[in-house]
């Protein structure tokens, strides 16, 4: 989509969002940042403050908005902050709304997850057209992690746990490119290239990092923990899959 108007990124100061807006400023595109806090502008980028979950400042944050790219998130209230971007972009008038949800959301019985469907559910019932993409957990989260486990005496292992963690760049180069395009629906996840088992994604954090720890198998329990193992967090068939493996990262992050 070809628009002259500012796309408004949420969460643009976050992982994903710092890699996003230079991708976006580098396509010739002016970029509002709508976070918490705002900013003095800089290098094509304004910034505007205001707060999705108490819907205070998302009018003002829209004026002149055709395109959002929603990329703002946290650990609870997913859903009602989307909601109410949601309610306030389509008396905006905006035109395509673009939003990064997770691999599982449909099929984990996870709090967090459940609210990320619904507010999938808030963009795909929006009347505004829209485009949905499901990413796989972050190299940058999955590094976070593990490096907290590794601080333990003893490491826990979770059994039948696989991730297929994905570079967060791949991913924003991959929410540009549909940003820039016309509303999709949902589209193909994007994951990494590699499923690893816990036991191989802590081995290779303790290697790099020079660290020896023992390892403690333990179980999950529970529906989540059965449909973990089940692979419900894994991507579908047909899915997009990116270059960058967890030892590439490790290799250039945790060394």
Do not use: C
Not at 107 to 118: D, F, M, N, T
């Amino acid at each position: 989509m070809t628009t002259t108007s500012p796309i408004l990124v949420t969460g643009g100061t976050g992982t994903l969002g710092s890699h996003v807006v230079p991708l976006l400023r580098d396509a010739g595109h002016e970029v509002r940042v709508l976070s918490r806090h705002g900013r003095a502008a800089e290098n094509g980028v304004s910034y505007v403050a205001a707060d999705l979950l108490k819907g205070e400042g998302i009018e003002a944050a829209l004026e002149g908005v055709e395109t959002v790219l929603h990329l703002a998130g946290g650990p609870k209230g997913d859903d009602e902050a989307t909601r109410n971007l949601v309610r306030a972009a389509s008396r905006a008038g905006v035109r395509h709304l673009v939003y990064i949800s997770v691999i599982g959301a449909d099929r984990l019985p996870v709090k967090w997850l459940q609210s990320k469907l619904a507010a999938e559910q808030a963009v795909s019932e929006s009347g505004i057209p829209w485009t949905t993409l499901r990413a796989a957990q972050f190299h940058d989260l999955t590094l976070k992690m593990v490096r907290g486990m590794a601080k333990l005496p003893v490491v826990p292992v979770p059994g039948g746990l696989r991730l297929e963690p994905v570079d967060s760049r791949e991913v924003a180069a991959r929410l540009v490119e549909l940003t820039l395009g016309e509303a999709a629906g949902l589209v193909p996840d994007i994951a990494g290239p590699r499923v690893y088992d816990m036991a191989e994604l802590i081995r290779g954090y303790l290697k790099v990092s020079g660290k020896r720890r023992p390892k403690l198998p333990v179980r999950l329990p529970g529906k989540t923990g059965r449909a973990y193992r089940a692979g419900e967090n894994l991507a579908l068939e047909g899915s997009l899959t990116g270059k960058l493996t967890w030892e590439d990262f490790l290799a250039e992050h945790a060394g």
